[in-house]
């Protein structure tokens, strides 16, 4: 069964860099079968899709946070990384993880999401 | 433009037909996707390549397609099934796009 989870800090003072992790079960993120994303909500707002990372580190992100943000994958842990930098209030908000099936097949396996805090 | 619309809102009482629009201009040119949300937990893919169903889906979800509105039906809906449900597509770069959400309240 293929799982995901978030993890990293909940509060994060504003202008310093969130850093979440993605650790992913029951499948290996060296799969070219699958794209690694990151998609976020903000308290009493819709979905916002971040980007994503390939196993080959090959990258595409959101054109509206494509200068803040940074994604990588580690094979040896099986997981995959956001960054995101100089944060503001407005980036308050879940965070998940999710696959992306590279054969259009929808991102169809998600964590739980984890909550992150922009506050001094 | 670049962005899926959706109602805010769809109320219906159990047993019914539960239909959820979401209209964009990307929308004839690539699939559209439908996630389930429900506080707590982890979203679920409900509607995949705009018709497909994954696997442990139940028959009662269906998807539809008409130019640039694609629809999510959810036949004989059940309390179960409230929740919000977001659209999604993407543009021909790759950037995937989510609709606002609709919260699907069962009377």
């Known amino acids: 069964q293929v799982q995901l989870q978030e993890s990293g800090p909940g509060l994060v003072k504003p202008s310093e860099t969130l850093s979440l992790t993605c650790t992913v079960s029951g499948v290996s993120v060296s799969s070219g079968s699958y794209f690694w994303s990151w998609i976020r909500q903000p308290p009493g707002k819709g979905l916002e899709w971040i980007g994503y990372v390939y196993y080959s580190g090959t990258t595409n992100y959101n054109p509206s946070l494509k200068s803040r943000v940074s994604m990588s994958v580690d094979t040896s842990k099986n997981h995959f990384s956001l960054k995101l930098t100089s944060v503001t209030a407005a980036d308050t908000a879940v965070y998940f993880c999710?696959?992306?099936?590279?054969?259009?097949?929808?991102?169809?396996?998600w964590g739980l999401g984890t909550t992150v805090t922009v506050s001094s | 433009s670049s962005e899926l619309t959706q109602p805010p809102s769809v109320s219906v009482s159990p047993g019914q037909t539960a239909r959820i629009t979401c209209s964009g201009d990307v929308l004839p040119g690539q699939y559209a996707y439908w996630y389930q949300l429900k506080p707590g937990q982890a979203p679920i893919l409900v509607i995949y390549k705009d018709t497909g169903r994954p696997s442990g889906i139940p028959e009662r979800f269906s998807g539809s397609t008409s130019g640039t509105i694609v629809t999510l039906t959810i036949s004989g809906v059940q309390t179960e099934d409230e929740a919000d449900y977001y659209c999604q597509s993407a543009l021909s770069n790759g950037t995937l796009l989510f609709g606002g959400g609709t919260k699907l309240t069962v009377l």
């Open positions: 999710a696959r992306d099936s590279s054969t259009y097949n929808g991102l169809d396996v």
